[in-house]
């Protein structure tokens, strides 16, 4: 008997206040912008002919706005209960949460031993970066790569187990780093180093205990669901 698999779609939440500020932004929470719900209803419109069985978003605000949208527009709103689960937050930068980006990653650059950001970027990878966050915050509540890492690999397994062999589609509204990589730890040949864009779609099919991405960072909806 065929193997019916499951087929995820991930999507990156809208844009939101601190993304538009250029702040860091992990689990503090911040509405979307109206430009933010405008491209995640074109999102929404983009999906309307895929029938969802099951939503999951993390348990911040900006990531069920985002879901809420979608099923308003791709017609699920009244019969999809979305659940929340924390797994899926975005990495947490602790005592940096809210700082502007251009001021924490110079003190991270300056932590790596680079002089400028864009030598950190073009030499570090995010895990290293992570690990840098960590480090540098007096509190040490900001997360490091495993820390991360464990967490959401927690849920996505938790996700395999119930709908693995359903031939479900199951809609998973999240956030940049956690999607980016979930992806890139399970598709081996996946090689992009583009941080995902706000309101996003990646898709991706598990079976026969493997991941087959479909698409990647797609915002093909912005120009066709007008």
Wanted: negative net charge; aromatic residues 12%.
């Amino acid at each position: 008997m065929a193997n019916k698999g499951v087929t995820i779609y991930f999507v990156r939440h809208g844009e939101t206040y601190l993304n538009y500020y250029g702040r860091m932004q992990g689990w503090c929470n911040a509405p979307l912008t109206d430009h933010g719900k405008e491209d995640v209803r074109r999102c929404g419109r983009g999906l309307k002919e895929v029938k969802f069985n099951a939503v999951y978003t993390s348990d911040l605000s900006r990531t069920q706005e985002t879901a809420q949208i979608i099923l308003e527009e791709n017609g699920q709103i009244e019969t999809m209960n979305m659940i929340q689960m924390p797994e899926f937050r975005e990495v947490f930068f602790g005592s940096m949460e809210g700082m502007y980006g251009s001021e924490a990653y110079d003190k991270v650059s300056d932590y790596l031993g680079y002089e400028t950001q864009k030598e950190m970027f073009r030499n570090t990878d995010v895990p290293e970066r992570m690990d840098a966050f960590r480090a540098i915050d007096p509190e040490k509540h900001a997360e490091d790569f495993m820390m991360f890492w464990s967490r959401v690999e927690k849920g996505l397994l938790k996700l395999i187990d119930r709908h693995r062999d359903t031939g479900e589609k199951i809609l998973l509204v999240a956030h940049g780093g956690t999607i980016r990589y979930i992806l890139q730890n399970l598709i081996p040949d996946l090689d992009d180093r583009q941080s995902l864009l706000n309101a996003s779609v990646s898709v991706a099919k598990y079976e026969d205990g493997l991941f087959h991405i479909e698409k990647y960072n797609d915002v093909s909806h912005f120009r066709d669901a007008e």
